[in-house]
């Protein structure tokens, strides 16, 4: 009976499963089948159990019974279910009555132990998504049209405004795709209303950065007139702001008025913009009492230094004394909001604390700190130079009244700044006395200040070619402040008007070593180069400077010059047309350019541009004599006639245009007008020889009778000429003694100075900007009298 038990080998007398599968004999059914009372209480019982409704063997299968005569049959429970130790199928059922599930032996139906199931090997893989399912293709969509918006405001603060514009479609066209696949699987409300608005809102924003306001307007139409959407009046703020760019101020207010009626008042913030837009928009509409009313309440419940500001100019353009001196006295009471510079200068030497400091120093907050506090300086200086000519009865006494102002201000530094104004306003009037004196009050005050006065000093007297008075102010300016390249490039000025060229340039490469961008003083050195004849270093200069100052008409004349002195005429040349394109009505460059196409030789190109120089300034000798020779080489000697003629005009005294004049009418054939000519002239130059042989060769050609009387006088004049010319001769050789001790006079040697001839370079003053006839623009560069 115990062939169909499998039980353990017990070979291992250490196994802790040991026993499980063990069972009392008492339970042995070897002889059941000969047991008469087991037998018969299985038949009488029987009949009292339920009926049999299925036979399951999911959870029991049959096993043999062993018997005592060792046969093997199936003995199944009165339910159908089998016995525990049977076998169904081939299949051996466990003794679960004896033993724990899963704690079996190895030998056992040849398994190892695994109550983890890790034999069944891994999990299966998880099930892929269903991409072609419509929800995943809506979220793929919506991540999408997500990507495309941020992409649209990246390229708009890159500043590339028509790719922004354009992620900016390409998203609204997907959303709506997208609201369109939405309403075919879900409901309508489920539409992500916060997506559509965020596309719509980018949209008409890129509509706007490029200008295309009409767009734009309808853009922002549709959101505001859909009631799904919320907070929506802040976008009319938007739509005023765009009116207010075309123009159209009335709508512009409207939007602005319908935008602050529905904001909350909880956001101030807010609302105050709107009202300074609102203010903004009725003075460019000339409504200055409008303006007025809005600016007012916002100085009173929240004020700032752009309200403050256009709080001045409205009351300026109404011409109310008082309020304006209110008005500034409001806008000098702006808390500035800005640390101090002494938080900025370290306390101790703790070195952590330094390397804070010097951390902070220039990072963005400090560099915004500089920003807020330079505006409202710009500001308060403009305030106060525009109501000090109007408050009191002259100006001087209005400048006096604001620098008071904002001495009893937290702006005390800009008292000085105003004084400065002060004196600048005094040039402007020609008052060079009183603007001298305001300036010589700061020889006392601090560096700074006293540098910045003394700068404009020496730049006044260089002005009035008191050289060495500008020097001294110069010297003052130094002194003061090492550092102010304006006070330097000033010096150097003073050394190179005496002479002093190498001197000069070593003031200038300082200035330029304390502030790289001084464009004044490396024009000055690239001019000291070329008085030192250094070419290179001098072309060098203006190149330097042309890469900063792209459309300097003197830069550009100072290049093609030097390329000239270089003797390299068509590389002037090609920056001359560049320096055309740039003032093309400038007579002096077009003559020059014709004057180099005629030493190449180009006679056609120079007399084209000398007649374009002949038009803008019809009254330059030299140009007349060119055009003039010009049609006389080319047998055209009708067409000289005018240009000898304005000559003439120009210069009455000088007898060579008279005399060119009758020329061509002779040259031409007109014989009886050139007579005419040649006895006007006689009349108003009557010692002139060459006029009296012209005529006789005229009368005599024409056969008239005055040949003698024009051949007298020529004999009469030679005559003279010869006595005059032996008197002097006489003369010589009797004061030769005198003479030698009078070495170096004038006498007869004086020489004739053309006034259109070269004249001499002077170098840039710090305010001064204008052409000499030589140089086209040998001023310096200089400084501005504006202080540093």
């Not at 060079?432 to 200040?449: H, W």
């Not at 910045?452 to 008191?466: G, V």
């Not at 007898?655 to 006689?682: E, P």
């Not at 030679?718 to 010319?725: P, Q």
Request: hydrophobic fraction near 35%; include cysteine; charged fraction near 25%.
């Amino acid at each position: 009976m115990m062939q169909n038990v499998h039980l353990a080998p017990e070979t291992d007398e250490d196994d802790l499963y040991s026993g499980y599968n063990d069972y009392n004999p008492t339970y042995d059914t070897e002889d059941l089948e000969n047991d008469t009372a087991f037998q018969q209480a299985v038949r009488t019982s029987h009949g009292r159990r339920p009926p049999i409704t299925a036979k399951v063997p999911s959870t029991a299968v049959t096993r043999p019974i062993a018997t005592g005569y060792g046969s093997k049959t199936s003995l199944a429970s009165s339910l159908g279910r089998p016995m525990t130790g049977a076998i169904q199928d081939g299949v051996t059922r466990p003794m679960t009555a004896v033993r724990a599930a899963g704690y079996t032996k190895a030998a056992l139906r040849g398994s190892a132990f695994d109550p983890l199931g890790q034999s069944r090997g891994p999990a299966p893989p998880l099930e892929a998504k269903n991409e072609d399912s419509p929800e995943e293709k809506i979220r793929q969509l919506e991540k999408k049209v997500n990507e495309l918006v941020e992409e649209s405001c990246v390229a708009n603060s890159c500043g590339d405004l028509k790719l922004a514009l354009e992620k900016a479609k390409d998203a609204g066209r997907k959303e709506r795709v997208l609201v369109r696949q939405r309403e075919q699987v879900t409901t309508p409300e489920n539409i992500n209303l916060d997506l559509t608005y965020s596309v719509l809102f980018n949209l008409a924003s890129q509509y706007s950065a490029n200008e295309m306001y009409a767009e734009a307007l309808n853009t922002y139409q549709v959101i505001v007139k859909n009631k799904m959407f919320s907070n929506t009046g802040r976008l009319k703020v938007n739509m005023g702001n765009i009116y207010l760019k075309q123009r159209n101020y009335s709508k512009a207010i409207k939007f602005y008025r319908m935008a602050l009626d529905q904001i909350p008042s909880v956001y101030k913030e807010m609302r105050i913009k709107i009202m300074q837009n609102i203010g903004v928009t009725f003075i460019k509409t000339g409504q200055y009492s409008d303006a007025v009313n809005s600016l007012e309440h916002i100085m009173s419940m929240a004020p700032n230094l752009k309200a403050g500001f256009n709080l001045i100019l409205s009351y300026f353009a109404v011409g109310d004394r008082e309020k304006m001196k209110k008005a500034f006295q409001k806008l000098i009471a702006v808390p500035l909001e800005v640390d101090e510079d002494d938080k900025y200068i370290s306390p101790s030497d703790d070195p952590h604390t330094n390397l804070v400091i010097e951390a902070i120093k220039n990072d963005n907050l400090r560099q915004m700190e500089r920003e807020r506090k330079a505006m409202a300086e710009k500001y308060i200086m403009t305030a106060a130079k525009l109501i000090a000519p109007v408050i009191e009865t002259s100006f001087a006494v209005g400048y006096d009244w604001c620098v008071e102002m904002v001495k009893a201000s937290q702006y005390v530094e800009l008292a000085n700044d105003l004084e400065i104004n002060k004196a600048i306003t005094y040039l402007r009037q020609k008052d060079f006395n009183q603007a001298v004196q305001t300036l010589k009050i700061f020889e006392k005050k601090d560096s700074r200040v006293k540098s910045a006065a003394a700068t404009n000093l020496s730049f006044l007297y260089y002005l009035e070619n008191e050289f060495a008075q500008a020097s001294t102010y110069a010297d003052l300016a130094v002194i003061s402040d090492r550092y102010n390249p304006s006070a330097l490039t000033n010096k150097g000025n003073t050394v190179f008007a005496n002479g002093d060229y190498e001197k000069a340039a070593e003031f200038y490469k300082e200035a330029l070593r304390n502030d790289s961008s001084c464009t004044e003083a490396l024009y000055n050195i690239g001019l000291t180069y070329k008085k030192l004849n250094r070419l290179d270093e001098a072309l060098d200069c203006f190149l330097k400077l042309h890469a900063i100052l792209r459309n300097s008409a003197q830069i550009l004349y100072q290049i093609a010059n030097v390329y000239e002195l270089m003797e390299d005429p068509n590389q002037a040349i090609e920056w001359l047309m560049q320096l055309i394109s740039v003032v093309p009505t400038d007579s002096r460059v077009l003559s020059k350019l014709g004057e180099l196409y005629d030493s190449e030789g180009d006679k056609s190109q120079a007399f084209q541009y000398y007649y374009e120089s002949y038009r803008y300034f019809p009254s330059n000798i030299e140009v007349i004599e060119w055009l003039g020779a010009y049609y006389i080489d080319t047998q055209f000697c009708e067409k000289a006639i005018q240009y000898f003629e304005r000559a003439s005009l120009i210069q009455p005294t000088q007898v060579k245009w008279q005399l060119m004049v009758a020329s061509c009418f002779r040259r031409s054939g007109n014989y009886q007008k050139a007579l005419d000519t040649y006895k006007d002239i006689h009349r108003k130059f009557p010692e002139n020889v060459e006029c009296l042989r012209f005529l006789i060769r005229l009368c005599t050609d024409i056969g008239l009778k005055e040949v003698q009387e024009y051949a007298t006088k020529l004999k009469r004049l030679e005559k003279m000429k010869e006595i005059r010319e032996q008197r002097i001769k006489s003369g010589r050789d009797g004061s030769g003694g005198i003479r030698s001790k009078r070495e170096g006079s004038a006498g007869s040697d004086v020489s004739y100075v053309d006034p259109l001839g070269p004249q001499i370079e002077r170098p840039k003053t710090a305010a001064k900007k204008r052409m000499e006839e030589d140089d086209f623009a040998d001023e310096e560069l200089g400084e501005d009298l504006l202080p540093e």
